[in-house]
């Protein structure tokens, strides 16, 4: 035992000599101390108890969001087998309406068919027309236009100045060499 004693009083003595390092001071401690009772009483009064109050508030309000979620969830389960039962009634009825409108449009169709065949035979005649038309007005237009080249090339060449027959004749004779 007196062994135990004396370490103890070398641990006492080793602990007020490294407080009297570091300047621990009781005074200040026990002020310090009281200071933070103080302080968490208040806080406990003021802070801590109205924090809680608000958090169990919150709480029952959540729970009551949870319970009015199940519900909610129940009831969409309902108006899903609700909307599932229409759109199968919906489907009977559009896939009658469907078999109904194919056969309909199959003999519209046909009638259709006949009329495009008879509408596109038209359209080619015109077609036709209408090319051999454009044809011989760009081919006339191409004489025209060789017609003049000839006869401005030639009227450089020879350097003489061509009578309005001449012209004629060059344009006349370009004409046929380009029509044959």
Same mark, same amino acid.
């Given at each position: 035992?007196?062994?135990?004693? *004396?370490?103890?009083?070398?641990?006492?003595?080793?602990?007020?000599?490294?407080?009297?390092?570091?300047?621990?001071?009781?005074?200040?401690?026990?002020?310090?101390?009281?200071?933070?009772?103080?302080?968490?009483?208040? $806080?406990? *009064?003021?802070?801590?108890?109205?924090?809680?109050?608000?958090?169990?508030?919150?709480?029952?309000?959540?729970?009551?969001?949870?319970?009015? =979620?199940?519900? @909610?969830?129940? +009831? $969409?389960?309902?108006?899903?087998?609700?909307?599932? %039962? @229409?759109?199968?009634?919906?489907?009977? +009825?559009? +896939?009658?309406?469907?078999? %109904?409108?194919?056969?309909? !449009? =199959?003999? &519209?169709?046909?009638?259709?068919?006949?009329?495009?065949? &008879?509408?596109?035979? +038209? @359209? @080619?005649?015109?077609?036709?027309?209408?090319?051999? $038309?454009?044809?011989?007005?760009?081919? =006339?237009?191409?004489?025209?236009?060789?017609?003049?080249?000839? &006869?401005?090339?030639?009227?450089? &060449?020879?350097?003489?100045?061509?009578?309005?027959? %001449?012209?004629?004749? *060059?344009?006349?004779?370009?004409?046929?060499?380009? !029509?044959?």
């Amino acid at each position: 035992m007196n062994i135990a004693i *004396l370490a103890q009083a070398g641990i006492v003595d080793m602990a007020r000599e490294t407080g009297e390092t570091f300047g621990f001071d009781w005074k200040i401690f026990l002020s310090q101390v009281i200071s933070f009772v103080l302080v968490a009483l208040v $806080l406990r *009064l003021y802070a801590y108890k109205p924090i809680l109050a608000v958090l169990e508030e919150r709480r029952q309000r959540i729970a009551e969001g949870l319970l009015n =979620a199940e519900k @909610i969830k129940q +009831q $969409l389960a309902e108006a899903e087998q609700r909307h599932a %039962d @229409i759109l199968a009634k919906a489907n009977a +009825q559009a +896939q009658k309406m469907i078999d %109904d409108a194919r056969e309909s !449009a =199959a003999h &519209v169709g046909e009638r259709k068919q006949q009329e495009a065949i &008879v509408a596109a035979e +038209q @359209i @080619i005649a015109k077609a036709h027309e209408a090319s051999a $038309l454009e044809r011989e007005r760009t081919m =006339a237009e191409l004489k025209r236009q060789l017609g003049r080249l000839v &006869v401005e090339t030639t009227a450089k &060449v020879t350097g003489k100045v061509l009578t309005p027959e %001449d012209q004629k004749r *060059l344009q006349e004779e370009a004409a046929r060499q380009v !029509a044959s």
